[in-house]
């Protein structure tokens, strides 16, 4: 029997400052009266899909996630033995969404974040919002662990860099964005920092296997690439990517909404 999809909504992937494709993608779906009906994220696409379900323009969080000045990136990166704050962000967040809780968003968000007590990926979108965005985007040893109730989370994307499976329903188009890239590469490793970083890499872009088949548009921005994970003194750079993509993409969104499908 003919149907069609009656919305749309997305999966965002974590990336660090690649994950700011998904506000440049954002302001093209603004600028095209498209809407989505629920979002999920991980890490750096749960504080772009936090702000945006509060009613944050794309425009307005280029202001937030600009690279930290001097003055406050001891609390971005920290001192202590490499492990750093994400206080900075939580501050972000109170400034520019003001309430905590998932129940007040405009739009329904899921955020993925991994359990380190249990070993697991977990789903949260009940609560308090600041807590499980903090938790999604603590990359491991880098960024302390959030402590949610008994337990400790830390970044989403060792689990589930892409959320999309929990946004499944009918009628609805599932498009997913990634911005975490892993390609052959042709050096030698000559440190544990390199050893480490490549490790992680390839451990979060595993967690995508099951879940790309679900979307019914996945949008990975080649351009995105050549930029590193805390490069985000290219956050315009980056942020137009995400919103070239979004307008190439839009014409076949509003096709794919608008026609029957088998």
């Known amino acids: 029997m003919a149907k069609k999809y009656q919305e749309f909504a997305l999966a965002l992937s974590g990336g660090g400052a690649r994950g700011i494709v998904h506000a440049g993608f954002l302001k093209a779906l603004d600028e095209a009266g498209l809407k989505p009906a629920a979002i999920s994220g991980t890490s750096m696409g749960a504080i772009v899909g936090s ?34 704050s994400l206080e900075i962000v939580r501050k972000t967040l109170e400034q520019h969404i003001g309430s905590d809780r998932f129940e007040d968003l405009k739009i329904p968000l899921i955020v993925a974040v991994t359990n380190l007590n249990r070993a697991c990926v977990e789903l949260i979108n009940t609560g308090n919002l600041y807590d499980a965005v903090i938790a999604s985007s603590s990359i491991p040893v880098i960024f302390m662990p959030q402590k949610i109730g008994a337990h400790f989370y830390v970044d989403g994307g060792l689990t589930m860099n892409m959320p999309v499976k929990c946004l499944k329903k009918e009628g609805r188009m599932i498009i997913g964005i990634n911005s975490n890239h892993i390609e052959e590469l042709d050096k030698q490793f000559t440190s544990m920092k390199q050893v480490g970083e490549r490790c992680l890499f390839i451990a979060v872009q595993r967690t995508l296997v099951d879940q790309i088949d679900d979307c019914d548009l996945f949008v990975d921005p080649a351009e995105a690439r050549m930029y590193g994970t805390f490069e985000f003194e290219k956050a315009h750079e980056i942020f137009e990517i995400g919103y070239n993509s979004g307008k190439e993409n839009i014409p076949q969104i509003k096709t794919v909404l608008a026609t029957e499908l088998e």
């Open 51 to 84: 702000m945006y379900a509060a009613g944050v323009t794309p425009d307005e969080m280029m202001k937030a996630l600009k690279y930290p000045d001097l003055k406050t990136l001891p609390s971005w990166l920290g001192f202590k033995a490499g492990i750093g």
